[in-house]
C-alpha cells in the first residue's frame, strides 16, 4: 500500500512538528515490520509544506501503524500544528533504491 500524506504546518510550529515527525518516523521503521519505508521532503522556499510518501507491506500493516503508541503520540501532539492534511492513495509504477542507501 502506498500513500503520500500532503501536509501543511503552521510555520511558527515547524520546528516542534518535524522533531515530532522525526521521532515518529524513526520508531516506525526501526519497530514495524509492515513499513517499508517513510520518506518526508518539504517544498523548497515553503518548508511547512511538507510530503510524505509512506510504504507498507499491505493495508493491514497501514491499519496497525495507526494504532501505535508512537503514531498516536505523532497525531496528538501534532494536531495543533497541523492546518492542512491530505492522503493520496497511489499506485506504484516504479519503486527502486540502492541497498542501504535509505
Given at each position: ?91 506504484p509504477i516504479l519503486l527502486a533504491a540502492k541497498p542501504g542507501s535509505c
Open positions: 500500500m502506498i500513500r503520500i500524506a500532503e501536509i501543511e504546518v503552521d510555520p511558527r510550529q515547524l520546528a516542534a512538528y518535524t522533531a515530532l515527525l522525526a521521532e515518529e518516523i524513526a520508531a516506525s521503521v526501526q519497530i514495524e515490520p509492515g513499513v517499508v519505508m517513510l520518506h518526508a521532503v518539504a517544498h523548497r522556499g515553503e518548508p511547512h509544506h511538507i510530503r510524505i510518501l509512506e510504504v507498507y507491506a499491505s493495508r493491514g500493516d497501514y491499519e496497525a501503524h495507526l494504532q501505535t503508541s508512537h503514531f498516536l503520540k505523532y497525531k496528538q501532539g501534532t494536531a495543533d500544528m497541523v492546518t492542512a492534511l491530505r492522503l493520496v492513495d497511489v499506485d
